[in-house]
């Protein structure tokens, strides 16, 4: 949930023209990490949790992406991407991990 609220709270930095693409598209993929692996929980047997994690694993990549291009468009503080890039990378570890031990 924490990186989450960081990158809600990050998100007004962004220029209004991408208030509706790049904007939503970040904020989506840090939420499904989320709610994936909250829908995978809620399945039967070991196999669908691991699908529904890798989904997860995948959203943290995808916002990895968003990051980058957003640090390399310089529409937010260099420091508020990084400490975002960590968490982001802290996530795809634990992630990583996750689906190994599953």
């Avoid at 939420?31 to 809620?42: F, H, K, P, Y």
């Avoid at 957003?70 to 991990?97: C, G, H, N, Y």
Wanted: glycine fraction near 2%.
């Amino acid at each position: 949930m924490t990186l989450v609220n960081e990158i809600d709270k990050a998100a007004n930095f962004f220029p209004k023209e991408e208030k509706y693409v790049l904007r939503t598209q970040t904020i989506r993929s840090a939420v499904l990490m989320l709610t994936n692996i909250a829908e995978g929980s809620a399945k039967k047997s070991e196999k669908d949790y691991m699908r529904y994690a890798e989904i997860a694993l995948g959203s943290a990549f995808e916002l990895e992406t968003h990051l980058l291009i957003i640090q390399q468009q310089r529409w937010f503080p260099s420091d508020t991407v990084d400490t975002l890039l960590a968490l982001t990378s802290e996530e795809q570890k634990m992630l990583t991990t996750f689906i190994t031990k599953l």
